[in-house]
């Protein structure tokens, strides 16, 4: 394994952790734990449901096996638990996994639930759904104390309903959970109004004063999770339509992004802050600099409401991560500000670093000053997430 940055720790700002079969069972109420999803066999392959709704394959979401080798391709798609390395689902084997790594801490992101959480539209009635968050943020603030405080969930919150993400928000900050996971698109799914109604503002109120960042991770909505089978044409085979599928859904991102500036959002809230998870950078730029343009072709008056340009809000509260990018990250790091920029290396995801993550990432930040460097591994996310280092 690398040595690379010895003297810095590294906070990993995009990881996964498959969720054990029994997270919910185990927490339920004896009255739920029927309804709560849960793993059973549907023709003939473990499958996650709820309510009789089968929610996705109860795979393991790792490309790691067993024995510490990486899969390349589509093969991992069919593992269960006993093929992946247990550092998926198990914290104390993860941790040593970030020892050997040289990564002292990572933001944790979640598999079956949809990445923003989205998948429990398809669950049951209100009651049901919002026992499933609140057992699921249980569980994570159990892991992030489990892990040392080495391993930070994002909340996921129920989107459904502004006032009861505003209770979650609140209940998971007192739990000392870092930030929440959003999806990105609830008027998909719901009769809620999209992110940029001035009803979400009094989430965006709490997430300011609590210091809880908002996270939006690339497919995190039914909108954008589906990419495997509508980017590629249906003629490639499962590897490129993988391949293609999942370049695609980088800069899914960019539509986010240009909605939350344009929204007003971030005018409203200047102390709210706003990360693109797993997007990568290298698009960032030029798409600032169109949302910039556009700005200045509207009609005389549309766009008083923004006190900057989509440029300066993205400086002023918007974090991007970025991970196996390499050519010329310097010159992107200086357009988007050496502030505003994490790293992450996607582990146990398909595009993830591993097995050498930081010895990947030197060779992209050799012509990087040293002190963007610890920024951009360390000082960013660590002021972030409120990590001691």
Sequence with gaps: MSTAFADVKVIDTDTHYTEPHDLWTSRAPAAFVDRVPRVVDVDGHPSWTAEGVVLSRATASSVIDHDGNRCRGSGF???????????????????????????????????????????????????????????????????????????????????????ECVAEAERCAAMGLRGVNMTSDPQAQSAIADLGDRVWDPLWDACEALALPVHFHIGASQTTMSWYGSSPWPSHGDDQKLAIGSAMMYITNARVLANVIYSG???????????????????????????????????????????????EYFRRQIYACYWFERIDVAHTFELLGPDNVLFETDFPHPTCLYPDSLGYAAQGLAGVAPEVQRKVLQDNAAALYRIPV
Excluded at 92 to 117: C, K, S, W
Excluded at 279 to 295: K, M, N, R, T, Y
């Design 77 to 163: 798609i069919e593992w269960g638990f006993e093929d992946a390395h247990p550092a998926a689902y198990d914290v104390p084997t993860r941790l040593g996994v970030m020892d050997e790594l040289g990564i002292h801490a990572q933001i944790v992101y979640p598999n079956i639930t949809g990445f923003g959480g989205q998948k429990f539209a398809q669950v049951g009635d209100d009651d049901l759904r919002r026992l499933c968050i609140r057992i699921y943020n249980d569980a994570m603030a159990e892991l992030q104390e489990s892990s040392g405080q080495r391993m930070f969930p994002m909340a996921l919150v129920p989107w459904w309903d502004v006032s």
């Design 265 to 311: 959002m971030l005018e409203r809230h200047p102390k709210l802050k706003v990360v693109s998870v797993e997007s990568g950078i290298g698009w960032i730029p030029f798409v600032l600099e169109a949302l910039d343009h556009q700005a200045n072709e509207t009609a005389a008056g549309t766009m008083d409401y923004l006190s900057l340009r989509p440029s």
